[in-house]
């Protein structure tokens, strides 16, 4: 009996976690939610972006996922502020997620959004792991006399956890990415990474290369990934970069993996204030979100596929919500979801 | 009499310098050449990738002019042996070439060639002008005890002289491309870019965006940029993405501006040591390479824009070297870009 903490959050995150929550269902039914708020809805009610209470519960789930958070309504520039994105920081520190997992599938009926040719879009699908707690976004810096710095640091074991996150992912091939023909820091990712190869997934196939390479290939051949592993400062550019190569972030989930808690699942939209109370929100995101939830926070690989084929089947169909052009509803596109499961 | 430093170097650069001096002649009447052995070449003749004389007298030049350095000859392992590429590390110090411009400018006889979809390449002419001399690839760094660190460090100067360079280049718009929202380097390249801005250059527009905003844009709107700039590394990967909007790195041309001395100017490819001395290689890239020498060394716009359309149209009738698929030779090439320069 997976116990789910369900933290809808604020803007259309209620409205897609009630799609979300449906799809899961009707795929699994041994699950159980317990839904906490968020964000702007937990500043409204508790003054704080996510009390002790909710974290606690958070922490004792078996996986969190999450809508959005945030709005106009909570936007300040005060110093000090109470703010709807602490909820999210404090989640990532307080669960230790040290590995972000972004999945580039781009879905079949939608190919023709892609910026890239259709043949070379066909087949994609990739996964970044990317580092979310060290590297050049956590290390020292600081201004002084005119002079700025910022510091790039990882240690042995940083690199020895997210490399086992990164070939646990993999069924076939790992691609590392670094700069070890300048950064001494990506000499040591390049060796530990070597090493966990080496001892523990030599069933694996593992490749190295340079960051400004990948770059480059993430549109030459996007096909060639399986499973991508890098830095965090990498990781931001080139999965934002692959992301694009399904023609929007609109419907792209992404998945946090922790230490020893539970795992973080969302989509990447925000929580678009201009159509919230609609029932126009496009719930795919979230409910490929819950499709990472089964696949990497409870290890149920089937009913994680069968939820992407579904939606799959159902966007073939041809049902599109505003975003996509189309004028279907929240419910319309969950609906035909649900229809291809059963 | 504006006088190059021609360094042919080694593999196909002397077949390739041979084209571009004829279409410079053909173009600007006055230009005077002075060859110099660099590279393999040099370590041949002299023990060296670039002797005192040719450096002396590259330093006297107005700009130099660059095809290719290295080969499998010269090729070892041998820590302390001399190497090709020395002679341009050698080059860049001694020049103080800090700053690295990339222009991308898919040709439109190629078009079919980008992996994008023809909608939304037509039209791309962008230069990014990347930091070369700065940044994390050149800060401190070290590693002990199982933990690395590489630093990124700018100075208020260093900023200052490169985003000159790329007002400088621009007539409208340039983008600067940071990540102020977490580094400091990027806080202060922020605030100097912005002042040099209102100081120097109130009537180009400017614009700042995150790096990781910037991978995404370049795929999705790529005609959105008419000039990027960027600190050295956000640069090597934002410039390698780029080039692949072209279809190839093949035929694309880069220029290294230094401070008070000339600049340098050289092709993208290597010295293709496979096809080297058979007449075929595609002189496309030097040639335009000493279109940018016009542009940027010695500020003749009309002339460069009379070169770069002259390799438009010889395109656009069809010619085209075995990397393209085509079967003409290094002669004919040059042969049909002249004829259109006249
Ligand atoms: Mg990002
Ligand atoms: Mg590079």
Do not use: C
Request: charged content about 25%.
């Amino acid at each position: 009996m997976p116990n789910i903490a369900l933290l809808p959050g604020d803007g259309i995150g209620p409205e897609v976690a009630v799609s979300a929550v449906a799809v899961l269902n009707a795929v699994a039914d041994d699950l159980t939610f317990e839904e906490h708020p968020a964000g702007g809805a937990a500043i409204d009610l508790h003054g704080t972006a996510l009390t002790d209470e909710a974290l606690a519960a958070v922490k004792a789930s078996d996986a969190v996922l999450l809508g959005a958070l945030g709005g106009p309504k909570w936007d300040t520039n005060e110093p000090g502020a109470v703010r709807p994105e602490q909820g999210l920081f404090k989640l990532r520190a307080e669960l230790g997620l040290y590995a972000n997992l972004r999945p580039i599938r781009p879905l079949p009926a939608l190919y023709d959004a892609s910026p890239l040719k259709r043949e070379l879009i066909e087949g994609v699908d990739m996964l970044i792991v990317r580092e979310l707690t060290g590297g050049l976004y956590y290390g020292e810096r600081g201004t002084k006399d005119g002079r700025a710095f910022d510091t790039m640091v990882y240690t042995v074991a940083e690199i020895e956890r997210i490399a086992r996150a990164g070939f646990n992912a993999a069924k076939s091939r790992v691609t590392s990415v670094d700069k070890a023909n300048v950064l001494d820091t990506s000499r040591l990712w390049r060796e530990v990474v070597t090493r966990i190869h080496a001892d523990e997934f030599p069933n694996i196939e593992l490749e190295h290369i340079l960051v400004d390479a990948a770059a480059m290939k993430l549109i030459a051949a996007p096909r060639h990934f399986e499973v991508i592993v890098t830095e965090n400062m990498f990781g931001d550019i080139l999965s934002d970069e692959a992301s694009m190569l399904t023609g929007s972030l609109g419907m792209l989930p992404t998945a946090s993996l922790g230490g020893t808690g539970p795992s973080l699942f969302e989509p990447v939209h925000g929580s678009a204030p201009d159509i919230t109370g609609k029932g126009i929100a496009n719930p795919i995101g979230m409910i490929l979100s819950g499709a990472l939830l089964l696949r990497h926070g409870l290890g149920r690989e089937a009913q994680a596929a069968a939820v992407e084929s579904a939606v799959d089947k159902a966007l073939e169909k041809g049902i599109r919500t505003g975003d996509l052009g189309g004028t279907a509803t929240t419910a319309e596109v969950t609906e035909a979801v649900l229809k291809e499961l059963t």
